[in-house]
């Protein structure tokens, strides 16, 4: 379940099956301090297993996920009221 609605959206980031279990961050877009964390996790579905991590309830703006082993830094929006997907691979 995400808590979205008005001024905060959420994020979910599909990753390689390598990211399970490793922490991903998220700046806010031009810092470099980190504003959330979140576990990158095996989700099972009927047609196979896909890998990723969720950020529910992100207030809206601009960020940046950060960078983790060869998978570099993606600038994103988040807009309030809705689930914003990245495929990182």
């Not at 979140?38 to 969720?54: D, I, M, N």
């Not at 992100?58 to 914003?84: E, K, N, T």
Request: glycine content about 12%; overall charge negative.
């Amino acid at each position: 379940m995400m808590d979205i609605g008005g001024d905060t959206g959420a994020l979910v980031v599909y990753t390689p099956e390598i990211l399970a279990g490793a922490e991903i961050e998220i700046a806010r877009r031009g810092e470099a301090t980190t504003f959330v964390h979140t576990e990158v996790r095996e989700r099972r579905l009927p047609q196979g297993s896909l890998f990723a991590g969720v950020f529910p309830g992100v207030p809206a703006g601009d960020y940046s996920l950060l960078a983790v082993a060869s998978l570099p830094s993606v600038d994103f929006s988040v807009a309030g009221g809705q689930v914003s997907e990245i495929t990182w691979a």
